[in-house]
């Protein structure tokens, strides 16, 4: 996409002046307008960049003149961006920072490395975080599973968390029933940190006593990649099993079942090249290529590695 110079399609100079951090308001805006995720918001910010013209001069301009520069889609969302749209990105900024939530831009300080190094131009643009942010620094293994394991597959999920943390390796997981919850509390338990990577926004995560005390404590961490008041939806969900393996160095994951949110936090991996261990459920088959499978050094796992230049195909693909 080639953008005229702004100058010459009559843009104001105000909107011409450059900024060097992007606004987090006309992030939540931007994000918030229909058909517009984190990689359609990268490219506008980078072509606004590219021009010298911060995100909020795009914000209301009639969509003839956008679309001159941007695609349908991005055109119809800025355009959208008028001055309510901004109001209630400001209101919910301010509402997180009023309920001491870190609201944390892709080029500030806090953004964790990983998130952009892993996921490219799908990493999130704009991230809410409650807790201790010194814990993204750390070495991180995912540790997730199904809502309902059994109660050999919830004794490995904890003893995995429970080593974890007695290495000093932080705990990422999402929170839900089962092997999450029984990951997050061993660790903590062990005395260690965990964060908990939410599928939607802060402001509608209820989390149990023992997370929030240990939030306060700064022992564990919420983070959302969402807009703070938005509830859970299936994509949030998978975006948020993407999140947990891109701050992970490593994947454990305790018996999943049918296709879905934790096989696919390993699948993440397998394709980054990340190690990853799966505990199948009891009376069905590992859900990742055998092909794949390595010796495992942690017993109740098995143990898979991508080689270089592959891609994997989950087993039940194979045969539709």
């Not at 999140?243 to 949110?261: K, T």
């Not at 397998?270 to 990853?276: D, G």
């Amino acid at each position: 996409m080639c953008l005229k110079d702004p100058k010459s399609s009559g843009w104001s100079d105000a909107s011409a002046r450059p900024t060097a951090i992007v606004d987090a308001v006309s992030l939540l805006a931007l994000r918030m307008q229909r058909g517009i995720g984190d990689a359609t918001a990268r490219r506008i910010i980078v072509a606004a960049k590219e021009h010298h013209t911060p995100l909020e001069g795009l914000f209301g301009l009639p969509l003839s003149r956008l679309s001159q520069r941007f695609p349908g889609a991005q055109a119809r969302a800025l355009a959208a961006c008028d001055g309510a749209a901004v109001a209630q990105a400001q209101r919910q900024i301010d509402n997180a920072r009023d309920s001491a939530i870190h609201v944390i831009p892709l080029d500030a300080p806090h953004y964790p490395p990983a998130l952009s190094n892993a996921m490219g131009e799908a990493a999130p643009v704009l991230l809410f975080a409650q807790g201790e942010l010194g814990l993204l620094s750390l070495p991180g293994a995912a540790v997730v599973g199904r809502r309902t394991p059994s109660a050999d597959g919830v004794q490995l999920a904890v003893a995995t968390a429970r080593r974890l943390a007695a290495e000093g390796t932080l705990v990422v997981s999402g929170g839900a029933a089962g092997v999450d919850s029984a990951a997050h509390q061993a660790a903590l338990e062990a005395g260690g940190g965990t964060v908990v990577v939410l599928p939607q926004g802060i402001f509608t995560y209820h989390p149990p006593g023992h997370l929030r005390s240990a939030v306060a404590e700064g022992r564990a961490l919420f983070l959302s990649a969402f807009p703070p008041e938005d509830r859970w939806r299936t994509p949030l969900a998978v975006m948020r099993n993407e999140i947990i393996s891109a701050l992970a160095d490593v994947v454990y994951v305790v018996e999943p079942g049918r296709p879905g949110g934790s096989q696919l936090t390993g699948m993440h991996g397998l394709r980054r090249h990340k190690p990853v261990y799966c505990r199948p459920c009891p009376g069905r088959p590992s859900p990742y290529d055998p092909a794949l499978e390595i010796p495992s050094p942690f017993a109740g796992y098995l143990a898979y590695r991508l080689p270089p230049c592959e891609s994997p195909v989950p087993k039940q693909q194979r045969f539709l």
